[in-house]
């Protein structure tokens, strides 16, 4: 089984900066993806980052020069460092990876979230 523990989000007024790290832990193989979601009220999970296992990201269109997504392969970690931060990117933030096991099934998993809310 693996878990994924996010911690780094809260409260933060318009312009300023948090960083959400995401730690993936248990049976695991090998990490293909590692992903950021985000979720306002009243609105569908969306894709705000991704990095693949060589190190490639892409980006939501609303983020791209605020935000970046890096991961470290020996913790099994990945981050999200968020700049400017602006009231409409106030929404629960979702670690997601993609993975394989020690018998090469492949898996995802989604962490429990974490809320970021951004004051003007």
């Known amino acids: 089984q693996v878990q994924l523990v996010e911690s780094g989000g809260g409260l933060v007024q318009a312009g300023k900066s948090l960083r959400l790290s995401c730690a993936a832990s248990g049976n695991i193989f090998s990490i293909n993806a590692m992903n950021w979601y985000r979720q306002a009220p009243g609105k569908q999970r969306e894709l705000v980052a991704a990095?693949?296992?060589?190190?490639?990201?892409n980006y939501a269109d609303s983020v791209k020069g605020r935000f970046t997504i890096s991961r470290d392969n020996d913790k099994n970690t990945v981050y999200l460092q968020m700049n400017s931060l602006k009231p409409e990117d106030t929404a629960v933030y979702y670690c997601?990876?993609?993975?394989?096991?020690?018998?090469?099934?492949?898996?995802?998993?989604w962490g429990q979230g974490t809320l970021v809310t951004v004051s003007s």
């Open positions: 990095i693949t296992s060589g190190g490639s990201t």
């Open positions: 997601n990876v993609d993975y394989r096991t020690a018998w090469m099934t492949r898996a995802e998993v």
